[in-house]
C-alpha cells in the first residue's frame, strides 16, 4: 500500500437501524481533504455539528464508542471507524441522520462493501503514521484489561479473551497487517451473552437489534416463559435453546469469531488516536473502555513525539546568523522592548530566533515578582520580532522600514516562562510575503517543549523620517 493519504472518490450512503432506538438511519461517506482523518456530521441537527474522531471526546463506552462535542453525540462508531483504516482511508467526512451508526449485521462487512463501490482516490500528502521506539502497556485490574504496543513495522493485532464463561472459552485472533482486515476480520459480528441481553430488553434498549445481527452466547438455563418472550420480541418463532452453547438462529463465520470481533473493535476504536500507525498491539480482555484509554496514551505519546520532531535543531554552541548588534541595525526596538538576542537560522521561508530570559528583565520588576513570569503578550512581542527580522531581509534597506501587526490568531501559551529559561522561536511562512504583508506560524519552546504558538500577520512600511508613508497598517 502507498504512504500516500487516500480518501474515497465519491460519496456514498448506506441505510439501516441504530442499535438501541431503532430507528432508521442514514449514513454518508463523504471524500474528505488531506490530513482531514476521520470526521462525523450530524445533519439532523440545527447547524449541522461536526464531531472529530478523537479519543478526547469519547463520553461512554458501555455498548459501543460514544463521541460527543458542544452536546451533540454519535453512538456505536467504532465499526464505521474500523472499516475506513481496513480500507486503508485517511480522510473521510462521516454524515449521519440520527445518533447511531446503523448497526447492520453487526459488524464492519456492509461498510467495507459500500466503500468499495466508489473506490479510492490516492491524495498527494504522506501518511504520518504513528510508531514506537519502546513499549507502551496499559492495565486495568478491576476488569483484568492488559494491553501492550510494541514497535512493529506493520498494524498487527494479537486478542485473547477469557471473559470465564464455559461457552466462550479462551479465544485467540490475530491480524499480522492491515491488509487482512477485509476478509479475517470485517465479517466478524458482535457477541452478546443472553442474559445480558434479557437486561438490554428489559430497560427498554436494542430495539435495533435482531437476532441476526448479534452472535447469541447460551451459558445458563432459560425457562420456558423467557424464551417465549425473546421469540416474541425479535420475531422468531423458530428460536430454540438446546443447552449451552451459541442459540441456535446463529451460524458462527469463524470458530472464534467473538476473538475476531474483539480485534475489529480494537481496530476501530485506536483509530481515534488521530493517525495511521505501525505498532504490534496485543490486547488481552479487551473492551471499549480499556480501548479508548489505551488510545489515549498513544494519542498523548504521538503529541509529545511530534513536539519532539518538530523541535528546531540547532546548536546553540554555533556561531548566531545575526547577533544582538546585527538585530539592532534590522530592529527599531531597544532595550527593555528588544527580546530577541540572536538569530541562529534564516532563510526566505523561515527564522529560528532566541531570547534568554533573565531576572534582570524590566518587566519582572512589576509582572508578578515575587513569582516572575514572563508576561504572554512579551512572547507574542518576541516572536513577532523574530518574525520581523525575517520580513525586513526581504527588502535592500531594511533601515528605512517599519513591521506592524495586522492579526495575531490561535495563540495558545501551553507553559509559563520563568528566568532562566531559552526560549526558542521557530517561524515559518504560512504564504508567500506579497505586498509587504507577512503571514506566519510560530511556536516557541523551552527545553524541547512548545510553551506558546499562534499566527501572525503584519506588514512592512516604508518610513521617511518619523513619517509613515501607506495608511493601510493597522497598528496592535
Given at each position: ?144 484489561v492488559e494491553m501492550l504496543a510494541v514497535p512493529q513495522d506493520e498494524f498487527r493485532i494479537t486478542v485473547m479473551v477469557d471473559y470465564g464463561s464455559e461457552v466462550l472459552g479462551t479465544q ?41 445481527n448479534a452472535i447469541v452466547l447460551v451459558d445458563s438455563d432459560l425457562e420456558e416463559d423467557k424464551l417465549n418472550n425473546l421469540r416474541k420480541v425479535f420475531n422468531k418463532p423458530d428460536v ?237
Open positions: 500500500m502507498s504512504d500516500k493519504q487516500r480518501t474515497i472518490q465519491k460519496a456514498v450512503s448506506i441505510t439501516g437501524k441504530g442499535l438501541h432506538t431503532g430507528a432508521p438511519v442514514t449514513l454518508t461517506f463523504n471524500p474528505a481533504p488531506e490530513n482531514h482523518w476521520y470526521k462525523f456530521q450530524r445533519t439532523d441537527l440545527e447547524g449541522q455539528p461536526i464531531i472529530e474522531a478523537d479519543c478526547d471526546l469519547v463520553v461512554d463506552t458501555s455498548r459501543g464508542t460514544t463521541l460527543e462535542k458542544n452536546g451533540a453525540r454519535v453512538h456505536t462508531t467504532e465499526h464505521v471507524l474500523a472499516a475506513l483504516v481496513g480500507m486503508g482511508i485517511d480522510n473521510c467526512l462521516i454524515q449521519v441522520t440520527g445518533p447511531e451508526m446503523p448497526i447492520m449485521d453487526g459488524s464492519s462487512l456492509n461498510f467495507i462493501e459500500i466503500l468499495e463501490t466508489v473506490g479510492i482516490f490516492e491524495q498527494e500528502a504522506f501518511r504520518d503514521y504513528f510508531e514506537l521506539t519502546e513499549n507502551l502497556t496499559y492495565e486495568d485490574p478491576i476488569k483484568k485467540h485472533a490475530g491480524m499480522y497487517n492491515i491488509g487482512e482486515f477485509k476478509k479475517e476480520i470485517a465479517p466478524c459480528r458482535t457477541f452478546v451473552f443472553l442474559r445480558e441481553l434479557e437486561a438490554l430488553i428489559a430497560h427498554n434498549l436494542i430495539k435495533g437489534g435482531d437476532l441476526d430454540e435453546v438446546k443447552g449451552r452453547g451459541v442459540l441456535n438462529n446463529t451460524k458462527l463465520r469463524f470458530f472464534n469469531e467473538p476473538a475476531r470481533h474483539k480485534l475489529l473493535d480494537i481496530v476501530g476504536d485506536l483509530a481515534l488516536v488521530g493517525k495511521p500507525m505501525r505498532i504490534h498491539v496485543l490486547a488481552a480482555r479487551p473492551g471499549h473502555a480499556g480501548n479508548v484509554d489505551f488510545a489515549k496514551k498513544l494519542k498523548a505519546l504521538a503529541k509529545t513525539q511530534k513536539a519532539e520532531r518538530d523541535y528546531p535543531k540547532i546548536d546553540m554552541n554555533k556561531p548566531p546568523v545575526l547577533n544582538i548588534m546585527d538585530i539592532m541595525k534590522l530592529l527599531p526596538h531597544r532595550q527593555p522592548m528588544l527580546l530577541v538576542d540572536k538569530i541562529m537560522e534564516l532563510s526566505e521561508q523561515h527564522v529560528i530566533g532566541v531570547k534568554n530570559v533573565t531576572l534582570n528583565e524590566e518587566f519582572f520588576k512589576g509582572h508578578f515578582p515575587d513569582n516572575p513570569v514572563m508576561p504572554g503578550v512579551l512572547l507574542i512581542e518576541a516572536m513577532a520580532q523574530c518574525g520581523g527580522v525575517l520580513v525586513l531581509k526581504t527588502v535592500p534597506d531594511p533601515e528605512n522600514y517599519l513591521t506592524y501587526f495586522i492579526k495575531i490568531d490561535g495563540v495558545k501559551f501551553k507553559q509559563k516562562v520563568i528566568p532562566g529559561d531559552t526560549v526558542v522561536f521557530s517561524l515559518n511562512l504560512v504564504t508567500p510575503i506579497r505586498r509587504g504583508i507577512c503571514h506566519m506560524k510560530g511556536v516557541a519552546y523551552v527545553n524541547n517543549k512548545p510553551v506558546m504558538e499562534g499566527e501572525m500577520m503584519a506588514q512592512i512600511v516604508k518610513v521617511k523620517g518619523n513619517e509613515v508613508k501607506t495608511s493601510e497598517a493597522q497598528l496592535a
